[in-house]
T-cell receptor, first 113, second 114 residues
Framework: GESVGLHLPTLSVQEGDNSIINCAYS??????FIWYKQESGKGPQFIIDIRSNMDKRQGQRVTVLLNKTVKHLSLQIAATQPGDSAVYFCAENKRGGSEKLVFGKGTKLTVNP | EPEVTQTPSHQVTQMGQEVILRCVPI?????FYWYRQILGQKVEFLVSFYNNEISEKSEIFDDQFSVERPDGSNFTLKIRSTKLEDSAMYFC????????????FGDGTRLSIL
């Protein structure tokens, strides 16, 4: 069946360190993946996306890696800042259809000053 | 930067009452979605809407739910007879017409059923 999950529910890092948030997906029909950041009381905020024809995509301080062989997705945040503290969700999108998103359970990132 | 806006931010309703949640998607977007998030859980898909009709709906989206785009800017979710288990955050999202374009979310409506 379709499912997107995360290896760790919480991650605590020191300010300035790099953070890596992981995600496993099981649906090989998924061809588009998105990372969202959700702060308390807010909606999911788009961070970065990647299509299945790519292995890596970089944004500002963030990098997403996609390993289709093991169905694994990761989000790397460089020089993590207190403002990065939030819950991070990966979401997958299957080929065709309405492009609904299937979300994972989320990883809560805490950045310690 | 354009954003999705949702009203109200918090809605408290008696069980059995009808409720309408409102959304204004990003103006040039063509695809619209509703999701919900029960406290502490993951975000779940409810329904997608394109070209004035539902394109896909989940098992959660039963006959008590309906969506409408009454004019060129609003997108609404109606729950006809609310149940306690409808208590959740409801998020509206929209995206542009290009395939595999990211969905952008509003900040949600917290629905509390008493």
């Amino acid at each position: 069946g379709e499912s997107v999950g995360l290896h760790l529910p919480t991650l605590s890092v020191q300010e300035g360190d790099n953070s890596i948030i992981n995600c496993a997906y099981s649906n090989s029909a998924s061809d588009y993946f998105i990372w969202y950041k959700q702060e308390s009381g807010k909606g999911p905020q788009f961070i970065i996306d990647i299509r299945s024809n790519m292995d890596k995509r970089q944004g500002q301080r963030v990098t997403v890696l996609l390993n289709k062989t093991v169905k694994h997705l990761s989000l790397q945040i460089a020089a993590t800042q207190p403002g990065d503290s939030a819950v991070y969700f990966c979401a997958e999108n299957k080929r065709g259809g309405s492009e609904k998103l299937v979300f994972g359970k989320g990883t809560k990132l805490t950045v310690n000053p | 930067e354009p954003e999705v806006t949702q009203t109200p931010s918090h809605q408290v309703t008696q069980m059995g009452q009808e409720v309408i949640l409102r959304c204004v998607p990003i103006s040039n977007h063509l695809y619209f979605y509703w999701y919900r998030q029960i406290l502490g859980q993951k975000v779940e898909f409810l329904v997608s809407f394109y070209n004035n009709e539902i394109s896909e709906k989940s098992e959660i989206f039963d006959d008590q739910f309906s969506v409408e785009r009454p004019d060129g800017s609003n997108f609404t979710l109606k729950i006809r007879s609310t149940k306690l288990e409808d208590s959740a955050m409801y998020f509206c999202a929209s995206r542009g017409g290009e395939p595999k374009s990211p969905q952008h979310f509003g900040d949600g409506t917290r629905l509390s059923i008493l």
